[in-house]
């Protein structure tokens, strides 16, 4: 097992009604809070009336910040930032999906220093304090309700960032299961698969050792994302299948997962977060399509992993590790496909001509998270595994590629 | 899946080396340590000396506490409270097993009360600070170094009580597996027989809804307990059984495992703690006993649950229910045979004539921890399952227990 620190803070209240702790648990961080929510969905299924009601019974002063967009946009992140300053803004309160969250964490670490927030995101500057963020997720996806992430997109540079730093941590998140009952099958999906893959991308390292134990952690969580979601399509009201979605989702992304793995890459987010940046593709809607073209890019290079994970998660059954690496990709296409969810770039708008315009906007990302091997060549090649004329028994003609 | 908080803040730095970091770490939380450890063994193997070197490059006034034995004892933990009180001890650092590490928590809370520190074991007065505690486990076994509960024996009474309380996380923990290259195997195997208990325990609710997620990640962590434990065993100086093996411990009952299970309850661990009390055994040891005539006794009542248990870590087959509960309790007992533990009543010295007086220990803690189902005639049924004359196909014949 490869050294590690864990250290993971943030105080989670998880189950029905635990919106009702929202106001003391707000007023003991801050009495003049910034609610940062997005666009219609929250003041449609009431949730944005239950979060002002339970702030203001706590008698804290409510200043809003409405209107993130999933993509969540650098531009909307600096106005928030600059009306936190204005009005001494004590405690931010998210109210949403994973771009709610990181626009916050995003409000929180910018309105603590001088310089704009992007340069966090370049590397430029190191996060030295933030405020303290609240969040009530919506959605049972990103897990930033539970890590020390966040996702910005620079609207001016089409660049869709990913940062992290220990101080991001939530103080509190308040899951609850029953908020996440009206969001629609495709989001229901496209979340689940953000869950896979956040698990997957760590799990698919062949970085030796794999210690058995966060092997057998990860199993277990993608194997109740996979299951999750079927079960929440099948009834959207029902509890513990949200439940289980929910926190396989706050779980996934913990820190608990990548515990022991050493430097593990994000290589399908690099992807995806162009795809996101150029295409405004929803992004559990874009990692589906990457997943599966980078799995089938990687099938000789990864055959063990592949297969122990269709072995482990998906029950399959062939004989030879290479036929169980093709059956697992083939049962996670199924899944998909299940789900609802696109397996081709061209479900996405995006036409093999683009290709070339995607891989170029990876290089930014891939310089700042290291993942130099992931040349706007090889990401071309990837890609070319994610169209429609590339799919599955096809693809394993294709030259695959190397680690 | 029931309501529950999750907030676990304890720090963890996992690996070879980490053990240089103890000096900042702990230097953080106080200039004057109070430090806790056992009898001979870490004089023995270096830890103690490197110890002392960390916390005097950090310049830390070091006042010993050294001593701790085996189910520590109350009065030892009272001469440690007066210790830190007349010192003006700022922080605690324990260095060895769950016994060490529980003893640093109670001094941690008794020092800064004017109350003795008992007390909180009999629920007569409530923790409301501590003074900060850095652990250094060198036994992979009781997770102390990753939650908020803490075990002694009051020698008066001869009774083993153990309490928990959100601000008994120790502020830092450093895991180091090489820390542990020289625990012998009988220590190495009552270690994993915890671990695996802590989660077992969890496991055997039979409380609706049973949530999936935490089903998989259980089953996970008890995988490892068992087969890390083996590996362990075959070659003491394996770095990754020793790495899977502590952070399989750490996590048994970090609150993970309990999450969403609503109330859970720790019979194994009250009967255990009265065999300690009484005839001093090794608490892994007594726990195998326990384990193995809990679920015999509970075969029929818990068929299902067992039989999932059996199925997913033991690699069961059997067709029914109750023949693959069997099977489960039959490759449980081929587990604790090949690595050495006990499992008979006798085996520990405790005869078939003590079972009674043993039972009746177990009332004040039954209560103190609302396990009023278990009587001491309860008890005494379990334990009878427990003797060398009542095992495994014998055991069927019985009559065991509704739930």
Partial sequence: MHNF??????????????????????????????????????????????????????????????????????????????????????????????????????????????????????????????????????LAASGSEMNSGMVLTNDQTLEKFGFGHRLLFPKVSILDPELTFSVPPDYTAFGAVDALSHVLEFYLTTQEPQPRVQDRLMEGLMENAISGCKRCLIDPLDYNARADLMWTSALALSGLTASGLGRVGFPMHLIEHSMSALFHVAHGAGLAVVML??????????????????????????????????????????????????????????????????????????????????????????????????????GQEKNTLSP
Avoid: M
């Fill in 293 to 394: 073209g980078w799995l089938q890019a990687h099938l000789e290079s990864h055959t063990a992993r592949i297969a122990q994970l269709g072995r482990r998660v998906f029950k399959v059954t062939a004989g030879t590790e290479l036929s169980a690496a093709q059956q697992t990709i083939s049962a996670l296409h199924d899944w998909l496909l299940a789900i609802g969810a696109p397996t081709t770039l061209e479900e996405l708008d995006i036409a093999p001509g683009d290709i070339e315009r995607l891989a170029d906007n990876t290089r930014g990302l891939a310089r700042i998270w290291r993942l130099r091997e992931y040349t706007p060549t090889r990401v071309a090649t990837i890609l070319g595994f994610c169209t429609s004329n590339s799919h599955l028994a096809e």
């Fill in 5 to 138: 620190v864990f250290h993971n803070p943030t105080k989670i209240l998880f189950g029905q009604s635990t919106l009702d702790s929202l106001g003391p648990e707000t007023a003991a961080w801050g009495s003049k809070a910034l609610l940062v929510y997005g666009q219609k969905s929250c003041k449609h299924n009431g949730v944005y009336d239950r979060v002002l009601q339970a702030l203001q019974a706590a008698e804290i002063t409510v200043v809003e910040h409405g209107g993130v967009q999933s993509n969540p946009l650098l531009s909307h992140a600096r106005l928030g930032i600059e009306r936190a300053k204005q009005e001494g803004i004590e405690v931010i309160v998210a109210v949403g999906g994973g771009s709610v969250l990181d626009t916050a964490k995003a409000i929180g670490a910018g309105t603590v220093v001088a310089h704009d927030v992007w340069k966090f995101f370049t590397g430029k500057k190191g996060v030295k304090g933030t405020l303290p963020v609240v969040t009530v997720p919506t």
